[in-house]
């Protein structure tokens, strides 16, 4: 698949827009560069799913880290988990 085709995918999946900042890109998309949402020294993939279209700054500025959202999300669902708990000592939930 070439990457224009990737790049019309993306537009019509998500809009043509950064992913990051939402400022809308040109009709020929020019300054879309493709960004992996979950960065590729994480997660060693192309699949579409994993990629946004993201303005050059904001690519550059996210780098290999994950967006704060998936961070935040993943440490929830850690925090939640008994092993954890155990782990840290914490006690469970107070009843209120």
């Given amino acids: 698949m070439t990457r224009a085709r990737i790049v019309g995918n993306l537009a019509e999946r998500d809009g043509p827009r950064c992913f990051h900042c939402r400022r809308p890109f040109a009709a020929d998309m020019v300054g879309a ?5 979950v960065p590729r020294a994480l997660w060693k993939t192309w699949r579409q799913r994993n990629l ?6 904001c690519n550059w500025s996210k780098g ?3 967006p704060w959202t998936v961070a ?4 929830r669902n850690v925090r939640q988990h008994q092993l954890w708990r155990d782990a840290c000592g914490a006690a ?4 209120v």
Avoid: E, I, K, Q
């Fill in 64 to 66: 290999d880290r994950l």
């Fill in 72 to 75: 935040a999300l993943l440490l």
């Fill in 52 to 57: 946004v279209l993201a303005c050059a700054p």
């Fill in 92 to 95: 469970s939930s107070p009843s």
């Fill in 33 to 37: 560069t493709l960004d992996h949402y």
